[in-house]
């Protein structure tokens, strides 16, 4: 899936808004990563993806990580078929 520099920004503000602090977004390989300042931000934003049977979350697109690298974490995948 393509993603304009615009939708990322946009994405990045949507994401800064949930999380209450600044989240700085990457597009790898067909999954958006927000990088979040703390565990707290993460979740935040997880729990905006985590309602219904319909949810990113239920369909295990929408994940919140804590990686060594990178610190914490908000993975959303764009690819229908995962």
Excluded at 53 to 67: Q, Y
Excluded at 71 to 81: M, N, R
Aim: with cysteine.
């Amino acid at each position: 899936m393509n993603i304009t520099a615009e939708q990322i920004k946009r994405i990045e503000s949507d994401w800064s808004s949930y999380a209450g602090s600044p989240v700085t977004c990457e597009v790898i390989g067909g999954t958006v990563y927000g990088f979040c300042s703390d565990e707290l931000a993460s979740l935040r934003i997880f729990k905006k993806y985590a309602f219904g049977p319909n949810s990113a979350v239920a369909k295990g697109r929408a994940r919140a990580i804590n990686s060594i690298s990178r610190g914490f974490t908000f993975a959303l995948d764009l690819e229908a078929s995962v």
